[in-house]
């Protein structure tokens, strides 16, 4: 007994080392995350970054990065158990659809280092749900030089103003505007930035505005204001060429940046696109009409896209190390205004050398309202399911008053099934 027992403990200290090499080969192995993005326009940048991140920490980025099909997709890997150990959505509403699979982050140092303003749509109970990833506006984008060739000089503010400027353009033979209204999310964008001031103006703020929306106290068509919004994408239409319903994103910027049309309703995001188009271009940003009130005419301005952690995820601590890294790192911090060129949310980031991003500044400091992105309050689904009635309208299949019971009709469905 005690000669095998002597021959036991001699295989286990000849093979110990080999256990002991295959435990710390194991703890070395190298981490790859993966992650779900939409936002290909920035396809470019997420590459540069993942190869930064490589080559700082050994961590590979597995990133997908999809846009028309993105929430079905990630819809379709949360209900199936495969949950990306990171991912992206909207901030306000999107915090509830996502509260059973995200990490909170309330607690995580960098969280301190981030503007509390960008922390207002991802906090949710008290509680940080995700990481405000842009700071981002959207309104009107116009062509410096067409402006200036066709003799205006007076930006317009009102929905009167915008037509009397379409009109000369168009009499010029210069197209007002590219439409993007094949895209589902140009068109709400658009849309309920015309009615940007109503919320606070008529029903208590934003909350209410929505809340009321939700319970069915208050429908679509029993505002007033709505006609602002018809009104504002009847005029892109008529002065947005032959087919509006055809002209997508992509359109959109190439024409701006050739001088082909004069105006497009983007946001910050689009500039990278039109600039790789016409390098030398210079554009300027537009006050969005909301009705012909040249007072309340605003811009969007907020921070929208989300970056989420799964709180299950095998890789949580990674990721939440990568989060960290882009926050503190001197390639993190001037990650989004040196390669994205657009306005970071981390305290005290450097600006970005961005026209639309410049201009932001300029009119939010010259008291041009700057409206919350009201309608990512909205429950999950309205944003794309809104779009599509909103495209049938601008396509002529609907009129005013149908459009309207289309948007409560699928509103109604929507917000019920998120109770």
């Known amino acids: 007994m005690k000669k095998m027992l002597l021959v036991l403990l001699a295989l286990l200290l000849a093979f110990s080392p080999l256990f002991a090499a295959g435990q710390q080969e194991k703890k070395d192995e190298p981490v790859t995350l993966n992650v779900l993005f939409y936002s290909p326009e920035l396809a470019e940048q997420y590459t540069d970054m993942v190869a930064a991140y490589k080559q700082a920490t050994g961590v590979t980025l597995d990133i997908t ?21 990171v991912f ?41 749900t995700g990481y405000p990833f842009l700071v981002q506006s959207h309104s009107f984008i116009y062509n410096k030089k067409v402006f200036k060739d066709n003799g205006i000089t007076a930006l317009p503010k009102t929905l009167s103003e915008f037509e009397a400027v379409a009109k000369k353009l168009q009499a010029n033979g210069v197209q007002p505007f590219a439409t993007g209204f094949k895209e589902f999310w140009v068109l709400p964008q658009t849309a309920w930035q015309a009615i940007g001031n109503v919320p606070t103006e008529n029903y208590g703020g934003y909350e209410k505005f929505v809340g009321m929306l939700n319970s069915g106290s208050l429908k679509f068509k029993d505002i007033p204001q709505m006609a602002q919004l018809f009104d504002l994408l009847d005029l892109i239409k008529k002065y947005g060429g032959p087919k509006p319903n055809e002209s997508d994103f992509n359109d959109q910027t190439s024409s701006l940046a050739t ?11 689009a500039e990278d696109s039109i600039r790789k188009t016409n390098p ?75 026209q639309v991003a410049k201009e932001t500044s300029a009119l939010l400091a010259s008291g041009t309202p700057g409206y919350p992105w009201f309608y990512q309050m909205f429950p999950t689904g309205t944003e794309q399911q809104l779009g599509a009635i909103l495209q049938g309208y601008c396509a002529g299949i609907t009129d005013r008053a149908q459009t309207l019971d289309a948007l409560d009709a699928a509103y109604a469905k929507i917000a019920k099934a998120a109770q």
């Open 88 to 128: 992206m959505s909207s901030a306000y509403a999107d915090n509830s659809t996502y509260k059973d699979y995200v990490y909170d982050l309330t607690n995580e140092d960098f969280i301190k280092l981030i503007e509390p303003g960008a922390l207002q749509g991802v906090i949710s109970d008290g509680k940080v």
């Open 259 to 269: 001088g082909k049309v004069a105006m497009i309703h983007q946001g910050n995001w």
């Open 280 to 354: 030398e271009i210079e554009i300027g940003f537009l006050a969005g009409p909301t009705g012909n009130n040249a007072a309340t005419a605003g811009i969007m301005f907020d921070s929208n896209q989300t970056i989420r952690i799964a709180k299950d995820g095998k890789n949580r601590q990674a990721a939440l190390d990568w989060l960290r890294w882009l926050t503190t790192s001197e390639y993190g911090k001037n990650w989004i205004p040196a390669k994205v060129k657009q306005l970071s949310p981390i305290i005290g980031a450097a600006a970005p050398d961005s």
């Open 65 to 85: 990065v999809l846009q028309t099909d993105y929430r079905s997709v990630l819809t379709s890997r949360l209900n199936s158990g495969d949950v990306p150990d």
